[in-house]
């Protein structure tokens, strides 16, 4: 624990600044939105196809944009395009909740458009996460960073999701309205594109995290690493099915499946963000333990266990003691998938294999949208979730084959221990 706090003592003052920012945008992507979208949407009138239409389209774009994010963000700095994805994130909520101003047969298009906006602005944010602390850590500091950040997205995760379970209650009193409507839903959620706005602030003054590319990179890496860019993208893909699963349509579960009413649903999933703070923090010697690879098997298998009994039809308490342990393994999946990557990689691919990262993870999710939300009105929710532990197993079938392949990673980076 000493050398824990020693390691977070040491944290630079851009890396601070990165980590302010960032718990802002995570209050609205994995708190207010993640819990009110998809129910503001059902008080629309939409049925879970269409909201799976609309997370699959979101989805597609943020694989779409992944790759010219990164180019762009490697010519402006990794900041400056990073700064870019709260800026369009906050603009397509925005944009969303203005949709009951048009004419109701606008609103699907509109809805969609939205969301492809918002999704460009996480294809800027994501695709810039990785390289960035990889920049502003050293080798002391760095899987402690790692460590944090992913503390930093159930922390934030767990104060959205409390906020979104109270206010629409609240605005609904205050109005006189019944929780069915959407308004107070929609007055919820524009607190998201204001904390994406402030976001923005604490950047302003930090290291702009410039790209370099050093002389003996040059002659050694000219090529991409293409089979190990397509194959890790595959793994992400199929690992990110199941965490899709989760993320996307648990709320819609609780709601639709269950019965359960929005206060409650916000806090079971604000609690559900508990243990994966605890998870976060202990990240460090969970990597020192079982190494980068065999970290992100571990944690794939976790999502897969914890899936399993949704798919079997749980009574609520089970449901969300599964869903605290599927954001448990999801919060070591991120940290882990995102710093594998680094690792196998020269600095010169570490803006690439983070775009192919953020494919893989975009495919994943956008599979799992659309054949979910067709799931789900075909056959109910327990196909759809079984569809999430298949692909969290193919995932981890693949990496342990692919470790085991290679005993040691292609290029030695100064902060990786053998995956």
């Known amino acids: 624990m000493h050398e824990y706090w020693q390691a977070i003592r040491t944290f630079s003052p851009s890396l601070r600044r990165f980590l302010l920012a960032s718990a802002l945008v995570t209050t609205v992507a994995f708190g207010l939105s993640a819990v009110l979208q998809n129910l503001y949407l ?41 700064m870019v994805g709260p ?14 101003v048009l004419p109701p047969a606008l609103w699907a298009a509109w809805l969609i458009g939205s969301q492809v906006i918002v999704m460009v602005g996480v294809a800027f944010m994501t695709v810039n996460i990785a390289p960035y602390l990889m920049t502003v850590t050293g080798e002391a500091e760095r899987r402690h960073a790692f460590a944090v950040f992913q503390a930093l997205i159930p922390t934030t995760a767990f104060l959205g999701s409390v906020i979104a379970g109270l206010l629409p209650g609240f605005f609904a009193a205050q109005m006189g309205l019944s929780l069915d409507a959407p308004t107070p839903y929609r007055l919820a959620l524009w607190l998201g594109p204001l904390l994406c706005v ?21 002659v050694t890496s000219d090529r991409a690493p293409l089979l190990l860019l397509a194959f890790y993208g595959a793994v992400i893909f199929f690992q990110a099915v199941g965490e899709g699963a989760a993320r996307g349509f648990f709320n819609v579960y609780l709601d639709a499946g269950l019965g359960v009413p929005p206060a409650q649903i916000g806090a079971v999933m604000g609690a559900a963000q508990l243990l994966p703070i605890a998870v976060a923090l202990s990240l460090p010697l ?3 333990k079982l190494g980068t690879g065999y970290t992100l098997v571990a944690a794939i298998l976790g999502v897969s266990l914890f899936l399993m009994p949704l798919a079997a039809g749980a009574a609520l308490w089970v449901a969300a003691a599964s869903y605290m342990g599927v954001i448990a393994m999801t919060t070591l999946t991120g940290a882990s998938r995102d710093l594998l990557g680094q690792e196998l990689v020269t600095p010169r691919w570490r803006t690439t294999i983070q775009s192919v ?3 893989g993870l975009a495919l ?28 969290t197993l193919i995932a981890a079938g693949m990496l342990v084959a692919f ?11 100064p902060a990786a221990s053998p995956p």
């Open 286 to 288: 969970i990597l020192k």
């Open 403 to 413: 470790l085991r392949a290679r005993r040691t990673p292609a290029v030695s980076q």
């Open 87 to 100: 800026g369009l994130f906050g603009l397509g909520l925005a944009l969303l909740l203005s949709v009951e």
């Open 357 to 359: 990262v953020i494919i």
């Open 198 to 218: 402030l976001s923005i602030l604490p950047l302003l003054g930090a290291d702009p995290g410039k790209v370099v590319t050093t002389a003996g990179e040059s």
């Open 364 to 391: 994943g999710w956008a599979a799992i949208g659309f054949v979910g939300g067709w799931l789900i009105e075909a056959v109910g929710f327990g196909a759809m979730w079984l569809t999430g532990v298949t692909g």
């Open 42 to 82: 059902l008080r629309l009138g939409y049925d879970a196809r269409f909201i799976g239409t609309v997370l699959g389209t979101g989805q597609l774009t943020w694989a779409m944009a992944a790759l010219p994010a990164a180019m762009v963000s490697s010519r402006v700095g990794l900041r400056n395009g990073y």
